[in-house]
């Protein structure tokens, strides 16, 4: 899938720029800039074109990347989504 990179998000690239989401390097630019800086309508955005699976494989790459409170509050979210729950005592 294919996007055109917001302004407000990539300051850094050249207007009109097209990221190639299927392109894992472009996937974690993007999950990590509409994380650290994105707005509801972003976080909203990003959940409705990638699948969970991507978006949890691209936290695992990022997460280090990420400012500590960012990390924490998508920790919570997404990370080790594989674990067993903790049943209540």
Known sequence: M????EK?????????????????GHL???VQQVFSRG???DIKRLLKIL????????FERIK????KEVRCFW???FGDINRP?????
């Open 28 to 30: 974690d630019m993007y």
């Open 39 to 41: 707005k509801t309508s």
């Open 75 to 77: 920790g919570d979210a």
């Open 64 to 67: 280090n990347f990420l400012p």
């Open 51 to 58: 699948k969970t699976s991507d978006i949890v494989e691209s």
């Open 8 to 24: 407000r998000l990539f300051w850094f690239l050249k207007d009109g720029t097209e990221l190639d989401l299927s392109n894992k």
């Open 2 to 5: 294919k996007t055109i990179a």
């Open 85 to 89: 729950a903790k049943k209540d005592t």
